[in-house]
């Protein structure tokens, strides 16, 4: 791989990393988001991602350590270009505090629903439906509770948050890429799981049972709202069962990411019995 020096902060560069890096509205017109991380960035070559470019701090990281992190026999066409960073230059676009000394701009990838595909682990489809979730964190946790659990796909359904948010890409390890996304509206996801014959269990406390009761084998979808307002009275209207995890203390609230993590097990023990 060629590499090329940079000195300066003020590169142009520079700019436009950091500039991808404050701005969704950057982000969306340029179809570019900014990864940091060497995991991050061997799960986007994982998984079909194309990296346009790689900066590197040239006193943490090697090309030659770079070059280790893309698939066996990757094609010169598909090489990004290498930046070697000064530390100095390099602080500019890391916005992580133990950074890895790596940050890559990645061409977005928007996956469609009539794209996801089937039997990642199960013999029955296991689906997890977001609704309208607002904190990158929580969702970023989402992804990857979604990939321990070999979730065939993640509907973000009426996105809060931008799904190449530095923030959700940090706390979901690289889940975002590993696990099929597909954001949509609360009715394209309807449709499209109707149309599969998956079965829909909302999770809320009202008129609701104990989600160990039920049967979670079959084709299974776990739908998840807000914190702050749960579920709107779509998903519960559309819902086949309406499923809730025992609260014994008295505030009766559990991170949506945590409770997400229960039901999503009780399918994994489920289908493993």
Known sequence: MKVLEITSAQNPKIKEVATLLEKSKERRARQLFVVEGVRETAAC??????????????????????????????????QPALFSLTPAA?????????????????????????????GRKWDQPLVL????????????????TADACGIDAVLVCDPLTDLYNP???RSSLGGIFTNQVVACSNEEALSWLRAHNINIFTAQLQDSQW?????????????????????TEFWRQASNAKIKIPMLG????????????????????????
């Open 129 to 144: 439906v977001v609704e309208s979730v607002e904190k990158p964190g929580n969702l970023g946790a989402l992804l990857r």
């Open 250 to 273: 008295e505030l009766d609230s559990l991170n949506v990411s945590v409770s997400a993590a229960i039901l999503c097990y009780e399918a994994v023990r489920q289908r493993c019995l």
């Open 167 to 169: 923030n959700l890409i």
């Open 90 to 118: 390099y602080s500019k676009i890391a916005y992580r505090e133990n950074t890895e000394g790596i940050v890559a701009v990645v061409e977005e990838k928007r996956l469609q629903l009539d794209q996801v595909k089937f």
């Open 45 to 78: 070559l994982a998984n079909g991602f194309t990296v346009k470019s790689i900066f590197f701090n040239n006193q943490i990281v090697t090309p030659a350590q770079i070059e280790n992190i893309f698939p066996t026999n990757t094609p010169a066409t598909a």
């Open 211 to 231: 989600y160990y009761n039920t049967n979670m084998a079959t084709p299974t979808a776990i739908v998840m709202g807000t914190e702050s307002t749960g579920l």
